[in-house]
């Protein structure tokens, strides 16, 4: 982890999911690789959960509009090899970074990837921020996303601000994934049994992704 990180391979990832609990499932999966400060390639698909989705109104996807989507079982090879030997990305990695290892578990194997934070880096980088979410970091990079929270837009808007951030990364002598520990990167991605949201602390309030943050 000591080679520069204009040297490394990264995948950004962003999922939507039926729910925030550990029992909701992967609806929706984008993957943006960058290699040599470049995007080079995407991937992206609807998933068919395999229970009923509760979060449409957060990011359009309805129980019919993956009802003949793949399940994870059935693209399981499909991202360990996208994802294969590269560091992952995702803007607030606990969610994306969980869900997807618990994908994983259900097919008896995980993850081993590194993975970095956005969101953490940039409250490092811009402490004074009222806020770090996604929207309002892609506002002050200037970076446009047409279709905020479906996953492969998501995943390529976290991209660009990632390789955006790497100049402010530099001028901090951040240059290796190593240089990154000082700041609690890279993230170890374990479940955290606090993040289980319960019915009774959700009321009325539809919980997302952001409500974690």
Known sequence: MNKSLIDHTFVVIDLETT??????????IGMIRI???EIVDRFDSLINPGVSINNTVFHGIENWMVKD???FRDIADQVADYIRGTVL???NAPFDMRFIRYEFQRL????SNVALC?????????????THRLDYMLREYDIINEHHHRAVNDAESSARLFLQMQH????????TISSLKKWGLPYDHK???????????????????????
Do not use: Q, Y
Request: aromatic share 4%; hydrophobic share 35%.
């Open 108 to 111: 008896n194997t995980d993850l």
């Open 69 to 71: 989507a793949p399940s």
């Open 191 to 213: 479940w955290c049994e606090n993040t289980l949201v319960e019915n009774s602390k959700c009321g009325c309030e539809l919980m997302t992704r952001d409500s974690l943050i």
């Open 19 to 28: 729910g925030i609990s550990r029992f909701d499932r992967i609806c929706e």
């Open 168 to 175: 402010r990364l530099e001028e901090a002598g951040i240059e």
């Open 35 to 37: 290699e040599g400060n």
């Open 89 to 91: 990305i995702a803007h």
């Open 118 to 130: 956005t969101l953490k880096l940039a409250r490092k980088l811009h402490p004074r921020f009222p």
